[in-house]
Each structure stands twice: as C-alpha cells, then as structure tokens.
C-alpha cells in the first residue's frame, strides 16, 4: 500500500493544477504532496477492489470541479504510473468520486511466489529507516507477585517489540520494575527485626513476607518510623542494607523468571527504578525555572488546557515532595533523558493501563518543555490498554476478592485444557507426555491470543471458555487451522518422505496458478501481509494483525474445501495449490510467532 500511495503522490505533483489546488487548500502542508497526502486506504468495501484513493474528494472544491470530474483527471495520471500498471487492474471510479484499485490476477500470483521463495520474509520489506526503538513493558515490583493486571503489559509490549524487530527496527526491551523508593524501608526492616539470615531470605515467601511488613508499618508507629530510617540507609549506601535489598531483588528477579518463561518472554532488560535513582538530582536541575516551590513540594505547572482543572487551573506535576523525596514522574523525565542521550532513542513506547495517560501526557509535555527531549526527533508514546475484567463485568478478582495471579490464571488455562484433550481421547485415555506439552502450549496460547485479538484500549472480560474454543477467533482456532495445513502438506509429500517440524515441501520457483475464485481470494489476502505489519507498526494495534491471521484462515478453509490439492486436476495444479498451503501456513507461523504463540504440527 506505501508504494501505491507513492505512486498516487507522483501522479498528482506530475500535474500543475492538482499542486496549486492543494497548496490553496492545505497551509499545514504545502506541495509537494506526499504518500500520506494521496489518501489511500484499504478499500472499505472489498467488492469495489483493494484499495482506494480518496484525494479526488478533497482536491475538488479547490479546483472547481465536482469529485468525480477531479477523480476521471486523477485517474487518467495514476494509470499511467508504472507502479500502479504493473500490479493492478484498470482504476474505476465509485460513487461520488472514490478511485478503486484492484491488484491483478498476474500480481497475486508473482507475489505468492516470491513469498514461497522468501519464507524468512514473506513479502515484508525491513522499514526504509530503520529507526532507535525503546519498548517499555511489564514492569512487575519488588517483593510482589505478578498478577493478572501485569499480563496485558507484558504481552502487549513483547509483540510490539518482535513485529518492529521484524520490520528492521533496533529495539531495545525495557523491564522498569519497581526496586527503589519508600516501601523498601519496610520491607528491609521488616527482614532485619525477623532475624532471617541473608542466604535464607532468597527463598521466602515474597509476596506473604510482604504483607507481613506492610500490616506492621500500618499498625506499629515505631516500625514505621525504623522503616523510614533505613530507606535513608539504603539510598545513603549503608552495606548492611544494600546487602538485604540486593536479596530481595534477586528473589523477585527469580520469580518473574518463571512467569516470563512461560510466557516465551525473551531478552528484556531489567532497567529499575535504582537505575535512575543517581539521575534524578540532575533532572530536577535541569528543569531550571520550569520547577516551581508550589505548598512545599517542586512542581512542574503546564499551560496546555488539558492539563487544567475544572475551576481553569493548571495541574501540577510534582517532581519533588515536601520531604524532599521523589516520585513516578522524576524517574520518568530520568529515564527520557537517559533513553534519548545515551540510548539514542528515535522512538520510545510506554505500555501501560490506560489509566496513566495523563501521567504520561504530563510527562511528555514536561519533557519537551525542560529540552529532555526534542519531539520532532524522538517520538514518546503511551500505549494504554483497558482492564481485564470477570466474565461479570466487574474486577476480575478471586472469589475472596483478591488479585488473581498471574501464575494461577495460567495454571488455569492450562489445566482446562489437559482436561478437554483427555475428554477428546476418549473414555479411559490417560494423559501422555506428549498431551500434557500440547494443552501447556494450547493453554498459554490462549490467554495471549485472547487479549492480543482484541483492541487494547478497550476492557475485556475474561473467559476461560470463550479463549479455550476450537471455534470462532481463537488460538486453539488458529493453531488448528495451521496443524491442518501440516497434515495436508505431508498427504501431499511424495512416498518415502517425511516432514519434521519447521521443514517445508520445496516450492521455490513452482508456478502458481489462480484459477479459481477461492484460489485468487486466498492469494488476495496473503500479499497483504505486508500491509498489515506496517499498519500495526504505525498505529500499534496488535488486534488487526490477529484479525488478518483469523481473516487468513477462513480464506483457507474455503479454498480447501473447493480446490482439492492431493486430488487436483493437474500435477501443475496440485504444485499450485501446494504453494498456497505452504505460504499460508508460513504466514500463520510468523505471524502468531510476532504475537508470541508458538504453533503445534499436530492438534
């Protein structure tokens, strides 16, 4: 879709009076025009085409002529594009002036082909420019258990990673957990006045051993002001409390291992809150005149009518408390700083509940303000996501009213799963090794793709059922309709051979022929995989890409169910049709591998 846009773009500075009309019409942006500026999207409508150019509509009233007389001109000089001759049918024009565009039957069938002979790539070009990428995700706290409100951030933000690692990006992952600040105090206190040795600490139980402290630090006015002395210990450097946090830290780091483990969480770095802890003085001079005294406390006060209350007055963001200690947004303008200075940050994602978008809008803004950061060079993002709630619509909570943990949501998952691959087998079927891998990948499989194939700023109710379905858009859906493709490549194989795991028939340079409607639809929606990668990339929602996958499938199963591949008219068809299964098949692996899934030759 870039390079039809391109190609619309060129058609429209070829021509004088298009470039005068839309300089009139566009002070904000001036000739020439750009891809953006050609108006292109996926046609909204697939029986009109591919895709569409709606730059006739917007063009017509600055050249005087009615849409669809501005659309016949626009049409005349886009034909003539090379680009858009080679890969498409004629243009036609619908309604009041839309361009409609059809890739042609000779495209779809050179560019299936080139994804059979680029399986590592499928059609997906590495990003013109490749960009500095900082993706800051999960961000779990110290001495307390993952739960389920970490799973969103955490999955959200790996894909995120993976797809702009795909595109060519140099992405750095980012783990800011919570290791610093005030409730260390109580926590190492706590660990002293219990008598625990060091070596013993390492395996307590965390999130109890938690509990225990906070209970004491609100009933005991003596704990509480020990606590608050040893926080002055630690961030002074006193040996004795480093020593304790280090433990505890390391036992956290330990804890989340697992998690992350399951969830195939691979090469984020731990980046805390400590890390900034040295940076945060020099944050607070650097603001300069920006931080204000406001009721003791250092603020930072902006102009932007958003950041304002009801009565009109601006909202502070505090930097500095009135003991003098620091907060979330100090650490936060540390970390832009550090992220843009020393990490050369083109772009830097922050996934996180939509809760936080003010913070963050703040954050943003302050950051600009104080020169932290130069918003023309380096794009800050908040990437919110809604609430996971019960399939009642309120917090999704265990039955006595807790936080559900992460670690028993997916022991969960997998748990249900075993049980329906038993109930499957049959009556009297035992649970084999081979059973239990399968419901562990099924499982996990499920919780990720349930909130993946949803729009993340939206709440979503969570449904154990629901996700586990072998039918609608679902992964047990998703990894069937793969493990379908690997049962008919190897009924295809020639005798004698076998098809392990990740092996593929040999397609490269094979013919494809598209001579029937499910062929053509089926190669139609592969060669946009590309599309749908870049879109992702530029607007972050990991939903569109699970909706292609699904969109993919079902494309699939109406070929299969028309054009027979073992049973073909020809062999030429059946090398065909072979193609299309392998790409197919191909194109569910990266994608759901770009959402974190693992996929199963045999369901």
């Known amino acids: 879709m870039d390079e039809l846009a391109s190609s619309v773009a060129s058609s429209l500075n070829s021509s004088p009076a298009f470039v005068k009309a839309f300089s009139s019409s566009s002070s904000s942006c001036p000739a020439p025009f750009s891809a953006r500026d050609a108006l292109v999207t996926p046609a909204t409508n697939p029986a009109f085409g591919d895709y569409q150019c709606n730059a006739a509509l917007k063009l017509a009233k600055p050249m005087g002529l009615r849409p669809r007389e501005c659309a016949e001109a626009l049409l005349a000089l886009i034909a003539e594009q090379p680009a858009v001759a080679a890969a498409f049918d004629p243009p036609t024009i619908a309604g009041p002036g839309f361009i409609n565009l059809s890739l042609s039957e000779r495209h779809l069938a050179a560019a299936v082909e080139a994804m059979s002979a680029s399986p590592a790539r499928l059609g997906v070009p590495p990003a013109a420019e490749p960009l500095r990428v900082v993706v800051d995700y999960s961000s779990p706290n110290v001495a307390k258990e993952m739960h389920v409100g970490h799973l969103r951030s955490t999955i959200i933000g790996d894909s995120l990673a993976s797809l702009l690692q795909f595109r060519g990006h140099d992405v750095l992952r980012l783990n800011h957990i919570g290791d610093w600040g005030t409730q260390f105090g109580m926590l190492l206190e706590h660990l002293t006045e219990s008598g625990a040795d060091l070596e013993a600490a390492g395996a307590v139980?965390?999130?109890?051993?938690?509990?225990?402290?906070?209970?004491?630090?609100?009933?005991?006015?003596?704990?509480?002001?020990?606590?608050?002395?040893?926080?002055?210990?630690?961030?002074?450097?006193?040996?004795?409390?480093?020593?304790?946090?280090?433990?505890?830290?390391?036992?956290?780091?330990?804890?989340?291992?697992?998690?992350?483990?399951?969830?195939?969480?691979?090469?984020?770095?731990?980046?805390?809150?400590?890390?900034?802890?040295?940076?945060?003085?020099?944050?607070?001079?650097?603001?300069?005149?920006?931080?204000?005294?406001?009721?003791?406390?250092?603020?930072?006060?902006?102009?932007?009518?958003?950041?304002?209350?009801?009565?009109?007055?601006?909202?502070?963001?505090?930097?500095?408390?009135?003991?003098?200690?620091?907060?979330?947004?100090?650490?936060?303008?540390?970390?832009?700083?550090?992220?843009?200075?020393?990490?050369?940050?083109?772009?830097?994602?922050?996934?996180?509940?939509?809760?936080?978008?003010?913070?963050?809008?703040?954050?943003?803004?302050?950051?600009?303000?104080?020169?932290?950061?130069?918003?023309?060079?380096?794009?800050?993002?908040?990437?919110?996501?809604?609430l996971v709630q019960g399939e009642d619509g309120k917090k999704f909570a265990t039955r006595s009213g807790d936080t559900v943990k992460l670690k028993d949501l997916l022991d969960e998952a997998v748990k249900r799963c075993a049980a329906d691959l038993l109930e499957r087998a049959g009556e009297g079927a035992e649970m084999t090794d081979e059973m239990q891998r399968t419901a562990a990948v099924v499982g996990i499989a499920a919780v990720k793709y349930a909130d993946l194939s949803l729009n993340r700023e939206s709440n979503y109710q969570f449904s154990y059922d629901r996700m586990l379905s072998l039918s609608g858009n679902t992964a047990p859906f998703m990894l069937y309709a793969y493990a379908r493709i690997r049962s008919i490549c190897r009924k295809v194989a020639e005798d004698g051979q076998t098809w392990e795991p990740g092996e593929w028939p040999d397609v490269a340079g094979v013919e494809v022929l598209l001579e029937q409607k499910e062929e053509k639809e089926l190669a139609r929606g592969l060669v946009k995989f590309a599309d749908t990668l870049i879109e992702v990339e530029r607007a972050l929602f990991l939903n569109k890409l699970a909706d292609y996958l699904f969109d993919t499938s079902q494309r699939f199963n109406k070929f299969y169910e028309n054009c027979p591949v073992n049973n073909a008219e020809s062999e030429e068809l059946k090398r065909s049709r072979l193609v299309l299964c392998v790409v197919t098949a191909q194109v569910l692996e990266k994608g759901l591998g770009l959402l974190g899934i693992d996929v199963l030759d045999k369901m």
């Open 205 to 386: 139980d965390l999130v109890a051993f938690y509990k225990e402290a906070k209970k004491r630090f609100d009933e005991d006015e003596g704990f509480k002001t020990r606590a608050r002395e040893t926080v002055v210990k630690l961030q002074s450097g006193d040996p004795s409390a480093v020593a304790a946090w280090t433990v505890l830290c390391a036992a956290s780091r330990r804890e989340y291992a697992k998690i992350y483990d399951r969830l195939s969480i691979r090469g984020l770095e731990e980046r805390g809150e400590s890390f900034y802890n040295p940076l945060l003085p020099g944050v607070i001079e650097g603001l300069g005149p920006l931080a204000q005294v406001s009721d003791g406390a250092t603020c930072v006060f902006l102009d932007e009518k958003r950041f304002k209350n009801k009565e009109g007055e601006s909202l502070p963001l505090i930097v500095k408390k009135t003991d003098g200690g620091y907060n979330y947004a100090t650490t936060d303008l540390a970390a832009i700083k550090q992220r843009v200075e020393t990490e050369g940050a083109d772009r830097v994602l922050y996934v996180t509940d939509s809760g936080q978008s003010q913070h963050f809008q703040m954050v943003f803004a302050a950051a600009a303000k104080a020169k932290f950061v130069d918003p023309s060079k380096t794009a800050l993002e908040h990437v919110p996501f809604g």
